[in-house]
């Protein structure tokens, strides 16, 4: 059975038990600060656990679009080195929302897996919780009868909280679980040892395949747990897991998943698969990482510096090593991978094949740009290894490693491997402490201390009306107080709010919220999945009174002028450069707005010019908006409404529309186009491989920038004592520069040639060998380096000089000698610039011939060259 069938007999499994078939939410995650991807079905479906949001339908299943490779659920280390563990992976789930519980949701996975796929039954296994005494919850007994009736007592196992207790945090919904486990082993494996021994023991061939998670308490902050008044099914089953088990393969990557890519992989580097281990690991790793990198960039998230994208670019490096130490690849040869991968999945997920295009543009750069920092990495560790074994020692330095590490990308288990061909080893220690260290700086720089909610009213549901109302009276429904880098602040959620919460790239609004006794500010709004938030660095007195909540309408207004502009800058880079653009980020702000969209080449200056005007014309046309509130998706998208990839919509949406301009929006606009005033591009920049951004400002903002431009050209007018011709005022001055520069060199060559010949004549003999010591003048302290080597050229015979100037305040000194004294050892440049220039409070270093130092203390100047006489008057002697 082919994997796109399994799928597909699973929608039709569940759609037959009255389940509504919902698509993939998005892999990378937004709207959500606890997490950067989607690292579970449920996740999409979080909102409905917590509370704050009704479902659209009581049963739902899908195909989740999953990521493990941070915090608790990181697989990233065993993919490729086993059979089954996974970066990107697919969940199947059926979900109940308050509907039906235990008996169902085991009753149908059974049917499904035995009826269905007609799986062995006499190799499965169930486990179930066995209850916790410090929690206070017994053994899940209520599952344990359900598994009674296809299952006999030996193959229904008990399971600790560790394996048989879901939580989806530290605090939050969470309940008892169900596995079914599968034991893959040969008859007579199963008759040496049964496989209820090894389930759970991380045994290749005994695997877990599907969880029926019950979730029936919340767990408080504190860590008690309150019995929730609705029971929810979330169940989660691993596709490629599933997969392997029908296909009868005993690895996941031997699946028509996976052995496509490792065979075009194989094609692609002349390395045949089976050929040897290493070979084989760097396969799977690539295999899997491929499908990781396509279906981020396709989700929207780009390979960067920072959170999510730094992930991102860390999994696609990690490839590139793999395939350049174990495959000999040294070309970009990723990217040639994506036509296999889509026929594989694109069926499944389009938008492999709506971001092709995108998607190898962006690989290929970033494998291109990271095997140049490989080929630089390895040679400094070569010069490392010189460097180690010169002094005869076998421990190389744990810090070099992370720096290493850290700045050029390569994981530890790479450097030791290249360090191991020559003999040495790393010290892990040291090693770990700078890894622990960096991993401390960055959870004190996100730590987040959040409390439990307290609820005040029972109000499931918030209300936004701030399309409409800029204040409204409202209520608390709840509050918690935070902690953010030690700072208090509170988050509060209304009954219904004027305030739009941050999404969509604009930012959230700020206010004020009064009543009789008291005004409070709010600082932001933000929103937590569904759950508007409102921040602020005080707490109501009396949290029970009426309020009056009020938007910042300036800011507001400024804000809804630049996300209409945005729109219409959208539409211009269109129809000016290609239906190809396609906006890939935002930031909305009162101040200016920021648009990253998908382009391949700069953007040239009279295009930008062009889409400025192009712009600026429908802000004159003054446009009436046209927005529809509510509407299904299906018809928003026959009204030719833009969606964007990586966006999780609703079944029902709200679309803007300015002429034929029509998007999916969920921002505040203005009402006009008119309302803008006027538009201007302020940058065009290129952003990551294949995306470009432009800043613009637009309304006050923009008039402002005119006028600032203006006042500037006027001031450089005054300036040039340009009389209307200032281009040619200006000209007519960098010509004039130009000829004064190049005499000016002339001249700084002549004073070179005559300080030169000072210093030259000042030399003393000392026992056959030329000193000089010499403090220039300033104007030659930007040429000490090229004076320095140019009396060690005309000297005949062995020679040394220090020369020292002043330059802008600071100390500077050089040292230098004939070839012969720095070989023989009679001096050494570096020691000697070590020794002095701790008069001028400096540091420096060099080679054995030459050596320069900087410093703070100018002062210090006679006394570092006195003392260098000395020394070398000394070592001559």
Known sequence: MRASEVRQKFFDFFKSKEHVIVPSAPMVVKNDPTLMFTNAGMNQFKDIFLGNREPAAPRVADAQKCLRVSGKHNDLEEVGHDTYHHTMFEMLGNWSFGDYFKKEAIDWAWEFLTGELNVDKERLYATVFEGDASDGVERDEEAAQCWQQYLPEERILNGNKKDNFWEMGESGPCGPCSEIHIDLRSEEERLKKGGHELVNKDHPEVIEIWNLVFIQYNRKSSGELTSLPQKHVDTGMGFERLCRVLQKKSSNYDTDIFLPLI???????????????????????????????????ADGQLPSNNKAGYV????????????????????????????????????????????????????????????KTLATGIALLDKIIAETLKGEYKVVDGKVAFELYDTFG?????????????????????????????????????????????????????????????????????????????????????????????????????????????????????????????????????????????????????AASNHTATHLLHKALRAMLGDHVEQKGSLVHPD???????????????????????VNAEIRANIQ???????????????????????????????????????LCGGTHVHATGEIGFFRIISEGSVSAGIRRIEAVSADRAEELVYSQSDVLEEIAGLVKSKGELRKSIESLISQNSRLTKDLEGMMQNFLRIEKQSVIDGAENVNGVSVIIRQVKPELGGNLKDLAFQLRNDLDGEMVAVLGSEVNGKPQLAVILSDSLAENGTLNAVELIRSVAQEIKGGGGGQPFFASAGGKNPAGLDSALSKAKALIEEKLG
């Open 263 to 297: 065979q075009q992989i194989a094609s692609l580097t002349n390395v045949k698969y089976g050929a040897s281990n290493d070979g084989d690991v760097a396969m799977r790793v690539i295999a899997d990482h491929i499908r990781t990198i396509a279906f981020s960039i």
């Open 312 to 371: 991102i670019r860390r999994i696609l490096r990690r490839a590139v090593r793999y395939a350049y130490t174990f495959l000999n690849v040294r070309k970009p040869f990723l990217s040639g991978l994506l036509p296999v991968l889509i026929d594989v999945m694109g069926d499944a997920y389009p938008e492999l094949k709506s971001q092709k295009e995108l998607i190898q543009k962006v690989i290929h750069e970033e494998e291109e740009s990271f095997l």
């Open 410 to 558: 390569f994981p530890l288990d790479l450097t030791e491997l290249i360090l191991s061909e020559k003999g040495l080893v790393v010290n892990r220690r040291e090693f770990e402490k700078e890894m622990e260290a960096q991993k401390s700086r960055a959870r004190n720089a996100s730590a987040v201390e959040t409390g439990d909610w307290v609820v005040l009213r029972d109000d499931k549901e918030e209300e936004f009306v701030g399309y409409d109302y800029h204040e409204t009276e409202v209520y608390i429904t709840r509050y918690r107080q935070v902690k953010v880098k030690n700072k208090e602040q509170y988050q509060l959620v209304f009954n219904i709010t004027p305030f739009y919460a941050e999404s969509g790239g604009q930012v959230g609004d700020s206010g004020i919220i009064t009543s009789e006794e008291e005004k409070i500010e709010i600082i932001d709004t933000k929103k937590e999945n569904d759950l508007i938030i409102h921040i602020a660095k005080k707490l109501p007195a009396n949290q029970e009174a009426a309020f009056k909540a009020t938007v910042n309408v300036e800011k507001r207004r400024r």
């Open 592 to 614: 200016y707005l920021r648009f990253d969209f998908a382009h391949f080449q700069k953007v040239t200056p009279e295009e930008i010019r062009q889409v400025e005007k192009m």
């Open 625 to 663: 908006v046209e927005e529809h509130r509510e509407v299904p998706l299906e018809k928003a998208r026959e009204m030719g409404a833009m969606a964007l990839f990586g966006e999780k919509y609703g079944d029902v949406v709200r679309t803007i529309g300015f002429g034929d301009s029509v998007e």
